[in-house]
């Protein structure tokens, strides 16, 4: 079970919260305009990357927040966690935790 | 002398540990147990033989040694039920076909139903597959205790068992077996099993996959067929191919070697178990899957304990059982729990991945079909719907709405 | 008599009875059940899974392999080593041939789980944990040591006594040291990510039947740890020979540790086979102890310390021999050795024990399960944890002692605090290491000779069934085994595992994995380092799965929600049926005429009656219910909504569906508009806490610009539809207040109002057709108005209904459930409401896979409404449709399936609801329902059966 640290709550079980996916996927703007490929690329495909990975969590049984982080999807390490809106952030080679 | 409890024994030689050469016709990445069957039907069925099948680690180390060996065809549509029961008339003659002895045992699946749309949902279930011409059966909780005496049918449990759809030509086999009989058939054949042999890259000129590249040199070839399982989108994200896949880990989990207690196979949905009793007395039992992407073949523990939680709801003898071992796979889901098995944009690259939880049942079956769509560059007919396209069309396969436990 | 008068660390004042294989024997405290056969002189314990050989006592611990047994009193267990289970009184047990039994009765013990959070934990109390433990407690942090023993001291257990008093000082330290937590009978069985370690500790097994009813059998435990240090020793190695698994063969620390701690001396003619020095202090203590020992080592540079120790108390000493072989039945009675390693000059030595010490392999479990590298120390013939090299260790996971490789007792005491110290540092604290006892030379000063079998022909074909040089004892697998593998072709050792088996049985190849790697690496001539080990997984030792469900189990298993009526319902008969984690009345059968309760279709019949012909009254509290908030809340509902809500007026209520973004329905219900910037959603049942997550996942990640709050407020109301042609009359009974009139309260509005002196919103709105008044109120409030509404309606008549009813009223009325009528792949053009989906909206969730190919087909399932040519006929809801009743040619071509039906009083007959392909076009069709083979005709209607022009809403 892995230690997440909600940018809200502090370091909390993985059984705290539950998973969002890929994060940074912003609904499009002009869903008219879209082809039904792009379409389809919005609705079904994510990456799936092994290692850093910016992704979605939701502290769903504390403080209901959604936020972002970068885990490393090899290690299961967390590399970074921010705020929903913050950018994400530059990972040099000095993984903090 | 008991022996019971002992498994036939192997052939005395498997395979051999060839070199990779220079080049092949067609190159299957991954030998896992697809990959495998993929070859074997390549050489088989097609007559083509002047191919590799690389494998990164161990062959059929991935999801083919960890997953539970449930084998069943009672899939609620057309399009699932078809290519799953193509897979299961291969299994009741594979071990002749193989000359190994896959301890195939046709003990029957159980797919309990616990509420009212439970119940609703595993009728539909099972008056489709007649239709479809698969074996099911829908029974009552007294039947389903006919068929499994350990299931606890009382209604006093939280989410009693209403009844069961069953499907008496499921069963289980054992997947080591299975992908060794593969592979010993293929390695006949003349197919090169190339072990610890990772692609790190595919050569593409004008649109045209023409090579690849591992950590055992280059390997021109005609054909590259990917069988990669969990590891399929960073294989396709070699030639810049995104795939509707998400990653995750799926536990599995064995306990010691007991006396035979449960005859058959029994999965539930709504209370997360499914759990057989494999031939030398082990119960072999298949936990929730993880809800975070993962490589890493490990996921957390309160999923074992929720799994246990939950056995022990519907197998209360199962309490002083012991835990022996636990361990992960990576499984490949798709949107509509359905697979991907065709062409891609890419000429003379296929692929075949989203399998997620059910890849075993399939083995053979896609071995088969794969290997024609590889073969004829043209997807054979049971695996036509499960192109990638389908995703764009709106055309899903949608399992999810089908209550069976996809494993 | 193998018991010693004197010595050890049991209790000879207390006599413990138990029964082994049918036949009493006597033990006593401090004994576990193979210490105290092995002083009864019981050496055979099992037989063998596969070849029914004699199998005896192996080990000391939890390497076990040979000692499985089944316990059968106070409660049956299957497999356990005997060398696990503490002596208690009464205990049963059997030994067992290779597979145990399951318990027909129902487990009465209680087990749970706990968290616990830590800085440092260190996993075993022997000399290294010890002085780790020490160190980190003495620096003020938050410590927890875990020990598989009942008592501290790990190795030292198996000594005479050494450092005893120093362990003794260590732990009333430690166990007075607040925020320090010392867990004995504890095993650490899991690493998970991020210091998350799992531990079982037995509490009461030690007790029998003694232990307490109402004490946790068992415990999980559930440790976080910002630091952890693995002490947890090492397990002894055997040499496979020939017919090595007879009873009598033993380690040789288990022969050392049954002496020392137990007081028991496993044979008086002791045959000690070693590639190193560690046995020889075995050896001596033996012979000290009364036994004609000798010392067979294939080595001939015998350490001098050790020739003149063994030369001191009579051990006789054959360098350059090894055993290849035992003779006996039972129990092992002579060894045969030659030469090593020529295999000349042959001989046979009697003996009524053999110790077989081949090296040590550190535990490693936990580090590797952790993600650590190991390395192939071909010293040490072992594979060790990689620590110091960029990368290759686990953050915050630490390994010392003889787990580290390290073979001194001083060297372990100085490592132990040394780790220690390291991982305070890495959480900001500066610490000493704690000054280590003093301790005496240490004689065991240099590897050994790595020696995995002793030689044998190296063949590959080795087809040879009949040999019985084991590897793993327990799965009757041999070197033969292992050579055939190799043969075979393979060449990893997981492959070689899953051809053998070794290494997957009980004890999970502690003692056999290893030594399958080494024979495979000889005979393919590979290096040890490059074909590495198996993969250490979790769990370290077995646990039961009892102990894993914990507490949740039962009532427990998942919550169980009942609305605040829920008591009423049980007082009047209600049948009840889950819905999601609900409990709802699905019907409330009365009592009939000749004594009996009315069956389900005659309770509904009555009931459906009722709310047609009378009045009727509903729980439905179940219903989700979300409170939604902001200046923004009109628009964020417009974006998820099909249907525009921004244009609802304060005191109305409409219909409205929303669709994931593939365009398929996610979920219906009402949206009632409270104020300007107040809206109260409701969502089915079962779908309540699935749409909150759906909303805030939106309301959060798209567009936190939007102005909008969202709470559940499932359980702080209670609703209550008051249903049917007379429900005006039984309102404005309990609602003296209110204009119920249409013209005052129409269709599709709320109003506030006071019911039985309760502030009540109550909503013009019907799931059946008929004319109804949804009553809400506080669910404090909910059985006083549930009740004061009851009585109200008595003159009339009022029946309470459950939800069979409900779902009859709806569908007569075409409405559908939403996951009964729809399964994820169903879009509300499918079900005929394209009237629910704005054409106005720029955009909604869901909108643009409308366009997709797949929605514009013609030929999608529509929901229709099936009536069976013979209406007595009840179609099974799940049936197929088809239009060929000619099913004899397989597959069949599929138009749809039933999806609800009903007997309907109303409709004076039965009829279904279906999904049906092109089914709009097929009204007036005559179609087929295909039910477990038979064919049912049934005529193809719209899904509106009853009142189609909708008359009876306004009574």
Redesign the interface.
Do not use: C
């Given at each position: 079970?892995?230690?997440i640290s909600c940018p809200w709550c502090g370091p909390r079980?993985?059984a705290e919260y539950?998973y969002?996916g890929q994060a940074h996927v912003?609904?499009p703007h002009d869903?008219?305009a879209?082809s039904?490929a792009d379409?389809?690329d919005y609705?079904f495909f994510r990456d799936n990357p092994r290692g850093p990975f910016a992704e979605?969590w939701?502290h769903?049984a504390g403080c209901?927040?959604?936020f972002n982080a970068v885990r490393d999807t090899g290690?299961?390490e967390v590399l970074a966690v921010y705020r929903?809106?913050e950018p994400q952030p530059e990972l040099g080679t000095q993984a903090s935790? | 002398?008991?022996?019971s409890?002992?498994?036939p024994?192997?052939?005395?030689?498997?395979?051999?540990?060839p070199e990779p050469k220079p080049s092949y016709d067609v190159v299957v990445v991954g030998g896992g147990g697809h990959g495998l069957a993929t070859a074997y039907y390549l050489a088989k069925n097609h007559g083509i033989t002047n191919v590799a099948v690389l494998e990164k680690?161990?062959?059929a180390?991935g999801n083919m040694?960890r997953n539970t060996t449930i084998i069943r065809s009672n899939y609620l549509w057309?399009e699932s039920s078809?290519i799953y029961e193509h897979s299961l008339k291969l299994w009741e003659g594979l071990e002749e076909d193989l000359g190994y002895p896959i301890l195939f045992s046709q003990r029957g699946v159980l797919n309990l139903a616990?509420?009212?749309?439970d119940?609703?949902?595993?009728?539909?279930?099972?008056?489709?597959n007649?239709?479809?011409?698969v074996d099911a059966?829908?029974v009552d909780a007294a039947g389903v205790k006919e068929i499994c005496p350990i299931v606890n049918i009382s209604p006093d449990?939280?989410?009693?068992v209403l009844g069961a759809t069953y499907q008496p030509r499921g069963g289980i086999a054992k997947h080591?077996y299975v992908a060794w009989g593969f592979a010993r058939r293929a390695d006949e054949l003349g197919i090169d099993l190339i072990?610890n042999c990772a692609v790190t890259g595919l050569d593409v000129i004008g649109g045209k996959v023409v090579g690849v590249r591992t950590t055992r040199g280059d390997i021109a070839t005609g054909k590259v067929a990917l069988a990669a399982a969990g590891h399929s989108s960073v294989l396709a994200s070699m030639v810049g191919l995104r795939l509707p896949i998400q990653s995750h880990p799926l536990q599995a989990l064995v306990?010691?070697?007991?006396?035979p207690?449960h005859p058959t196979v029994v999965m539930s949905n709504a209370?997360h178990v499914y759990v057989s009793q494999a031939h030398k007395?082990e119960l072999v039992m298949g936990a929730g899957i993880d809800s975070f992407n993962g490589y890493g073949q490990?996921g957390?523990?309160h999923i074992?304990?929720?799994q246990?939680?939950?056995?022990?709801?519907l197998f209360?003898?199962?309490?002083?059982?012991?835990?022996?071992?636990?361990?992960a796979g990576v499984v490949d889901t798709t949107?509509d729990a359905s697979p991907i098995v065709g062409l891609t944009p890419i000429e003379n690259l296929y692929l075949n991945c989203g399998w997620g939880t059910g890849g075993f049942k399939a083995t053979p079956g896609v071995g088969w079909c794969f290997a024609h769509t590889v073969a004829h560059d043209k997807p054979h007919p049971y695996n036509a719907p499960f192109a990638l396209e389908r995703f764009?069309?709106?055309?899903?396969v949608?399992e999810?709405?089908?209550a069976a436990v996809a494993h | 008599m193998t018991r010693l008068t004197t010595g050890g660390l049991i209790d000879r004042t207390t006599v413990l009875s138990f029964s082994f294989d049918g036949r009493p024997y006597a033990g006593h405290p401090g004994d576990t059940l193979a210490s105290a056969l092995l002083a009864n002189g019981v050496h055979r314990v099992a037989?063998s899974?596969?070849?029914?050989r004699p199998r005896g006592i192996m080990a000391a611990g939890v390497e076990e392999a040979s000692a499985l047994v089944q316990l059968e009193a106070p409660?049956?267990?299957?497999?356990l080593s005997a060398t696990t289970i503490e002596l208690y009184e009464g205990l049963v047990a059997r030994g067992l041939?290779?597979?145990?039994?399951?318990?027909?009765r129902?487990?009465p013990?209680r087990y749970d789980?706990i968290h616990a959070h830590c800085d440092v934990l260190v996993v075993g109390a022997g000399p290294a944990g010890l002085m780790a433990a020490l160190t980190a407690a003495r620096a003020g942090s938050r410590v927890v040591l875990v020990d598989e023993q009942p008592m501290v001291g790990g190795s030292l257990l198996g000594t005479r006594g050494e450092l005893s008093d120093w362990t003794a000082t260590v732990l009333a330290e430690l166990t007075s040291t607040p925020e320090v937590l010392v867990l004995s009978r504890t095993t650490a069985f899991?690493y998970?990510?991020?210091?998350?370690v799992?531990a079982l500790q037995k509490r009461t097994d030690h007790l029998g039947a003694a232990a307490p009813d109402n004490a946790a059998r068992q415990r999980?435990w559930?440790l976080?740890a910002k630091q952890v240090i693995l002490a947890t020793g090492a397990h002894e190695r055997p040499v496979v020979f020939a017919d090595n698994d007879r009873p009598g063969v033993m380690l040789a620390q288990a022969g050392r540790t049954y002496l020392n701690r137990y007081g028991v001396l496993a044979g008086n003619r002791i045959l000690v086979f070693t590639t190193n020095d560690s046995a020889y202090v075995a050896a001596v203590e033996l012979a000290e102890a009364g036994a004609e020992v000798t010392v067979v080592d294939p080595r001939t540079d015998l350490a001098p310390f050790w020739a003149a120790e063994c030369a001191r108390v009579g051990i006789a000493v054959r360098p350059g021999h090894m055993v290849t072989g035992t003779t006996g039945e039972e129990r092992v009675t002579g060894v045969h050795l030659a030469a090593y390693p020529s295999g000349g000059a042959s001989a046979t030595v009697h003996c009524d024990l053999l110790l077989v010490s081949g090296g040590w392999n550190p535990t490693v479990h936990l580090f590797s399960q952790a993600?650590g590298k190991l390395e192939y120390d071909a010293e040490l013939g072992a594979f060790l944890p990689v620590a110091g090299l960029p990368g290759a260790g686990v953050?915050g996971v630490r390994v010392t002692g003889a787990a580290a490789g390290t073979v001194s007792l001083a060297g372990c005491l100085a490592g132990g605090a040394a780790e220690a110290v390291a991982a305070l540092r890495d959480l900001g604290v500066a610490a000493q290491p704690v000054a280590p006892p003093p301790v005496g030379t240490d004689r065991v000063e240099r590897a050994g000779l790595v020696l995995w079998t002793v030689p044998v022909e190296i063949s590959l074909?080795g087809?040879d069934?009949s040999d019985t040089r084991f590897v793993d004892l327990q799965r009757d697998a041999t070197v033969g085994d292992v050579l055939?593998?190799a043969?075979?072709?393979?060449?990893?050792v997981?492959?070689v595992k899953?051809?053998t088996?070794i290494g997957?049985?009980?004890d999970?190849g502690k003692t056999s994995g290893l030594i399958a790697s080494g024979i495979m690496a000889d005979a393919l001539g590979v290096d040890m380092a490059a074909l590495g080990t198996t993969?250490y997984?979790?769990?370290y030792a077995?646990?039961?799965?009892?102990a894993?469900?914990?507490r949740?189990?039962?009532?427990i298993?998942?919550p169980?929600r009942v609305t605040a009526i829920h008591s009423w319902h049980i007082e009047h008969g209600a049948q009840f049926?889950?819905?999601g984690q609900w409990k709802r009345p699905l019907c409330y059968p009365r009592r009939t005429a000749f004594g009996g309760l009315e069956d389900l279709p005659a309770a509904v019949a009555r009931e459906t009656r009722a709310a047609r012909t009378g009045v009727a009254m509903l729980d439905a509290s179940t219903l989700g219910k979300i409170n939604v908030q902001g200046v923004d809340a009109g628009e964020f509902l417009d974006r998820i909504y099909t249907n525009i809500i921004s244009t609802l007026k304060p005191g109305f209520v409409r219909y409205a569906v929303m669709c994931g973004?593939?365009?398929m329905i996610l979920d219906d219900g009402t949206v009632m508009r409270v104020s300007d910037t107040e809206f109260v959603l409701t969502t089915t049942t079962g779908n309540a806490a699935k749409v909150l997550?759906w909303l805030?996942?939106f309301a959060?990640?798209?567009w936190?610009d939007l102005r909008v709050h969202l709470t559940s407020v499932t359980e702080q109301w209670a609703t209550i539809p008051v249903v049917g042609p007379l429900s005006r009359q039984v309102i404005a009974a309990v609602a003296p207040a209110l204009d119920v009139s249409n013209e005052a309260f129409g269709f599709m509005t709320w109003r506030s109002a006071e019911i039985a002196g309760i502030e009540a919103r109550i909503c013009r709105i019907s799931f059946s057709g008929e004319l109804a008044y949804e009553v809400n109120v506080p669910s404090w409030y909910g059985i006083a108005v549930w009740q004061a509404v009851f009585d109200a309606g008595q003159p009339y008549g009022i029946t309470p209904y459950g939800t069979e009813t409900m779902h009859v009223l709806r569908a007569e009325k075409g409405y559908p459930i939403i996951?009964?009528d729809t399964?994820?792949?169903v879009t509300p053009q499918d079900l005929g409401m394209s009237w629910v989906v704005s054409k106005k909206k720029?955009?909604f969730v869901g909108?643009?896979?409308f366009?997709?190919?797949?929605?514009l087909r013609p030929d999608r399932k529509h929901l229709v409404g099936l009536l069976p040519v013979d209406r007595s006929v009840l179609l099974?809801?799940?049936?197929?449709v088809?239009a060929d009743p000619d099913?004899s040619q397989?597959?069949?071509v599929?138009l749809g399936?039933v999806?609800s039906s009903y007997r309907s009083v109303a409709l004076g007959g039965t009829f279904g609801l279906a999904l049906v392909r092109s089914g709009r076009d097929r009204i007036g069709e005559r179609l087929f329902a295909?039910?477990?083979?038979e064919v049912v005709p049934v005529m193809v209607t719209g899904p509106v059966l009853y009142d189609e022009e909708g008359a009876r809403r306004d009574g």
């Open positions: 079970m892995q230690l079980e993985e539950h969002g912003a609904y869903v008219g879209m039904d379409w389809a609705l979605r939701v769903a209901r927040r959604w290690t299961h929903i809106g935790r | 002398m008991t022996g409890t002992a498994v024994q192997h052939p005395e030689f498997l395979w051999r540990n680690g161990w062959l180390g040694a057309d078809a616990h509420s009212l749309q119940v609703r949902d595993s009728v539909r279930r099972v008056n489709a007649r239709l479809n011409g059966e829908w449990v939280r989410y009693p080591d072990q306990s010691e070697l007991l006396e207690v209370v007395g490990r957390a523990f074992i304990e929720r246990m939680s939950a056995a022990l709801e209360p003898i199962f309490a002083r059982a012991h835990l022996l071992r636990t361990w949107p764009t069309s709106g055309a899903l949608d999810h709405g089908a | 037989t899974v596969n070849r029914g409660f049956p267990e299957p497999m041939p290779g597979r145990g039994k399951l318990a027909d129902p487990d013990a789980a899991g998970y990510d991020d210091g998350f799992l999980i559930r976080r993600r953050v074909d087809s069934l055939r593998a043969g075979a072709g393979l060449r990893s997981e492959h899953r051809y088996t997957t049985a009980h999970q993969t997984r979790p769990p077995s646990v039961s799965f009892a894993l469900a914990g949740d189990r039962g009532a298993f998942d169980v049926e889950d819905v973004m593939d365009g997550d805030e996942e959060q990640t798209e936190p996951g009964q399964d994820g792949t720029l955009d909108k643009r896979s366009s997709r190919a797949e929605n099974a809801e799940g049936a197929q088809i099913v397989l597959p069949v599929m399936h999806t295909w039910q477990d083979g």
